[in-house]
């Protein structure tokens, strides 16, 4: 979504029949019967069905590919290889192509990445709440949301280096418990420097006041 607007042309390539699952994230819905959920982070983009499976269509995303800037995908490890789609070939026969995978848990982890999940791995939910209440997450899906926002950056930081020919890694790997670490910055140099366990601080601030 950031990319698209920023201008690209992104092309997004969805499952035969039932397509994004959020699409059928809801209430509310549309008149057409859209999610909210799903309208929020699918506008400027044009959907396509595929089944990788099958090879015609496997083919037809293989020759998008082809032609592209960049790829972002999500899969499981091993997924699009068995579907005979692999990206270190790929890269070697289009070489502007930027691959930017996003995983849950890193590249060579097999868990399915769950921001709820996430959150409470990453010590979120511990500094989340009031002090003597329960761990809390967050009210949206925010480490979902940082990780693409990693990812558009990652990209974007890649595209650059491309463009001005400097020797860059064209493969990109984010992932959503990396971008939830990273984004404690305070609260984890906080623990860093002191050796002491984060708490929850309500409203209050882990630095300042109030």
């Known amino acids: 979504m950031v990319l698209g607007d920023l201008g690209a042309n992104v092309i ?3 499952r035969p029949k039932r397509g994004d699952d959020t699409r059928e994230w809801g209430p509310p819905f549309d008149e057409r019967g859209e999610s909210a959920y799903y309208l929020s982070i699918n506008r400027n983009k044009l959907s396509i069905v595929a ?5 015609p269509e496997r083919d037809l995303v293989v020759q998008l590919i082809g032609s592209a800037d960049v790829v972002v995908e999500n899969f499981l490890p091993g997924t699009l290889e068995r579907a005979g789609i692999d990206s270190r070939q790929l ?4 070489p502007g192509l930027v691959w930017c995978s996003i995983s849950g848990f ?3 982890s097999r868990r399915p990445g769950y921001d709820y999940v996430v959150q409470a791995e990453s010590g ?3 500094i989340t709440g009031e002090p ?3 761990p809390m997450k967050t009210g949206i899906a925010l480490a979902d949301v940082l990780a693409g926002k990693d990812a558009a950056i990652a990209i974007i930081a890649a595209l650059s280096g ?3 020919g400097i020797a860059i890694d064209r493969s990109i790997a984010i992932s959503l418990a990396d971008s939830a670490r990273a984004a404690l910055t305070n609260v984890a140099q906080n623990a860093l420097l002191s050796g002491t366990e984060t ?3 309500g409203n209050a601030h882990a630095n300042l006041v109030p």
């Open 12 to 14: 997004k390539v969805e």
């Open 51 to 55: 089944d990788l499976m099958a090879q």
């Open 91 to 94: 890269l070697r026969s289009n």
């Open 106 to 108: 890193g590249a060579l």
């Open 124 to 126: 979120w939910m511990a």
């Open 132 to 134: 003597a209440g329960e």
């Open 162 to 164: 491309r463009d001005r």
């Open 199 to 201: 708490i929850r601080w």
